[in-house]
């Protein structure tokens, strides 16, 4: 079961990698909002297999799986192909039903860059400043594709991707830009990103504090010596 379970592990971060790839390539390269390729929906109908199988398996292997259940049940409804059976059914969606599957997909979206970085963190792929600066990296650029994504058909100051990512780097530094959100969605995303920003910045301050206690430690014990070594 150990062994299954680390399979799937791994299955689910190449799932939310190549979950997060085809969003990118939809969102620069279409066409119309929430309008999505059919190449891109048998992408997420492989996505959702996987996050589904990976659920039901890890809630098999649970203690109480009652509680598993419950606790991860959101994540279960955002693993549902809801664009494939959509299509499979031949419905034509409306405007409030284009709205909510948009937002399922962000979520998810959401999701899969928890799981990459949860991935990252616990597997110890990379050291704290590194886990930072991917950390920073990957939120900067979902930000940015969100936010293009939803203002890029209504605001005018958002131009091409290269807008939203400045703006979205220049909000989570909180430093801010000349770009004002017109959007809902917009509006949130510019009022998270400084809060992520000043919670994360202290990971850089106690990696650069750490480093900085080393090195007094060892100029310390390296003092330390010398004053102890007798005179010859």
Do not use: Q
């Amino acid at each position: 079961m150990s062994t299954l379970l680390r399979i799937f592990s791994l299955l689910t971060l190449l799932a939310s990698i190549l979950l997060l790839a085809s969003l990118s390539l939809e969102v620069l390269y279409s066409r119309a909002f929430a309008e999505f390729s059919e190449l891109y929906t048998w992408a997420m109908l492989v996505v959702c297999i996987i996050f589904l199988a990976d659920f039901f398996l890890l809630m098999w292997a649970s203690n109480n799986r009652l509680s598993f259940f419950v606790r991860n049940f959101v994540m279960l409804l955002l693993s549902i192909p809801y664009h494939f059976i959509i299509s499979l059914l031949g419905v034509v969606p409306d405007h409030l039903m284009t709205v909510v599957l948009s937002g399922v997909v962000m979520l998810r979206a959401v999701m899969a860059l928890f799981i990459t970085l949860r991935w990252l963190i616990e597997r110890r792929a990379t050291r704290l400043l590194w886990a930072y600066i991917t950390t920073v990296a990957m939120c900067t650029y979902f930000a940015s594709l969100l936010f293009y994504e939803y203002e890029s058909p209504v605001n005018s100051s958002v131009r091409n991707f290269g807008d939203a990512l400045w703006w979205a780097a220049m909000n989570l530094t909180t430093v801010g830009a000349e770009i004002f959100p017109v959007t809902a969605i917009g509006k949130v995303i510019c009022v998270m990103l400084p809060i992520l920003g000043t919670a994360m910045f202290p990971v850089l301050t106690v990696y650069i504090t750490s480093l900085y206690n080393r090195h007094v430690a060892s100029s310390g014990t390296g003092v330390a010596d010398k004053a102890e070594k007798p005179k010859i």
